[in-house]
């Protein structure tokens, strides 16, 4: 049976939600200082209407981007790019660089560590990855073995 060629990861719906909601607590301060500016002016209510209709299409459309299209970690034959993760180090790296996949705990989240070589490291959250932890770790390691040349015995 060969494994696939390329996975990609989807960011996990709970940091999707985290972040639409903090989009929303932006929009409700938007829409007070736009209210506040309509009164004070004496402009009409439907500025207030088109900016709070604008941007919840905005929120919610950012939201489904990040649920359905957006890749946080991708890897193929040749190496792997980790986006959308603040703080991840190596972004974008061959697997003919990579020395070792370890698991570990940074800040007190797990967390999968590929070392490269010159002491460079990526340190992707596993719980920003819409997978579960210990599959995205076993892909991964599967992926950087074929990327060496790593053959299963």
């Not at 890749?71 to 660089?97: C, F, K, M, N």
């Amino acid at each position: 049976m060969s494994a696939p060629t390329a996975s990609d990861y989807r960011l996990a719906p709970a940091m999707v939600a985290r972040l639409v909601g903090t989009l929303l607590v932006l929009l409700a301060i938007l829409l007070f200082a736009v209210t506040t500016l309509a009164a004070l002016l004496h402009l009409s209510l439907d500025l207030v209407v088109l900016v709070a209709a604008a941007g919840l299409v905005a929120v919610f459309g950012l939201g489904y981007v990040l649920t359905r299209r957006a890749v946080v970690v991708h890897l193929d034959e040749q190496g792997y790019r980790v986006r959308l993760i603040r703080g991840a180090g190596v972004s974008t790296a061959p697997w003919t660089d990579v020395n070792a996949v370890a698991a570990s705990t940074a800040r007190g989240l797990d967390c999968l560590v590929l070392t490269l070589r010159y002491g460079r490291t990526t340190t992707i959250p596993v719980a920003a990855v819409a997978a579960d932890k210990d599959d995205f770790a076993r892909d991964v390691r599967q992926h950087a073995e074929r990327g060496q040349g790593l053959r299963p015995l």
